[in-house]
């Protein structure tokens, strides 16, 4: 029985970063998992006002878009620092997954 592969580009929000936090869980504090997860929902919640389903239909240009919302929340700079090394992370997992 073969098992059919998946293509990674097909995850949604939700699935994807479910898994980025799995992977997390365990090797971090509880609290940085928490965390890491409040700053995914935030992006979630504009990708979702966005249209966007799947992880395979970001591109470059949404992060900017992102930037430039997040920035109209008059958030702090270290808010905004910790904010996007989250995403930077979640980029690169998903980068990991093909």
Known sequence: ??????????????QA????L???????????VRENGYRLNRFREWV?????ETVGELHPLDFDDYLAFRKADEVQPITMQKHFGTIREFVAFLEQLG
């Open 1 to 14: 029985m073969s098992r059919q592969r998946r293509d990674p580009s097909e995850l949604t929000f939700d």
């Open 17 to 20: 970063a479910e898994r980025f």
């Open 48 to 52: 979702d006002q966005e249209g966007l």
């Open 22 to 32: 799995g992977r997390k869980r365990g090797s971090k504090a509880d609290a940085t």
